[in-house]
């Protein structure tokens, strides 16, 4: 036993690294503070800022992202092994407490980053693998409001060998419930909606009134000047019969 004894330490101290050796990096995720970008967080999604010049020390490591529900992180093992049952999205959250997706090298992290580039990764973005059992690293949306929490993990082959901070919780949008909605903000809309109406109403008459007086004012020109011209009419030719009968008796 002496001798095989000997023969295990040194394997045991070997394996040692591996099993605890993770890096903790001084990086924490966050959503992306980009002035240039909408709707950082929905109602399936939320963006995040890549991990820029953090994982230069680990040039052959795969990189991928861990997505937890905040009660839930604590049961993430780093030791799970990606694209398996143990880390499926179609199995979050009921049968796995996290899950691991858009995994990538270190190539697309480049640091510095380019100027110019928008650096961010939407989180839960892909609808087509979402029931896929055969895509267990699929990002796909996510399945409540959470909150949730996320770290980078950088494996080499299928072992841990560096870790983010976990994020800050990560709420999603929800849509309001109707018995949610203001009564007061409601009230006031349809005071608004009222106030419109009668207003349309009053300038509506207002307008006929105008119309109605205008065409009053036409038809009474017109007929005070053809009275006018009528009159005149006569009594020219009743002037000009006068004229003719009165000739004869002045001369007589």
Known sequence: RHPRARTMLPLLLLLLPAAHGIAPLQYTPALTTNPTLEGVTTASTFVLDQPRCVFQD????????????????????????????????????????AYMTLNTTLVNYPCPKPAGDITVLRVGSETSCAQDNTRPTCNGPLPGPGPYQVKFLALEGSAPVAETKWSLPIMLRTAKSP???????????????????????????????????????????????????KPESVTVRRYNTHHVYDQPAARL
């Open 58 to 97: 680990y040039g052959n490591a795969d990189i991928w992202l861990v997505v937890a529900l905040e009660q839930t992180k604590s049961t993430f093992n780093n030791t799970a092994k990606p694209g398996t049952n143990e880390t499926a999205f179609q199995r979050f959250p009921d049968l796995v407490g």
């Open 179 to 229: 018995s949610t909605i203001s009564t007061a903000a409601s009230g006031h809309s349809a005071g608004m909606i009222a106030i419109t109406t009668i207003l349309s109403i009053l300038l509506a008459i207002l307008l006929a009134g105008l119309v109605a007086m205008l065409v009053f004012w036409s038809s009474d020109s017109c007929g005070g000047s053809s009275t006018f011209s």
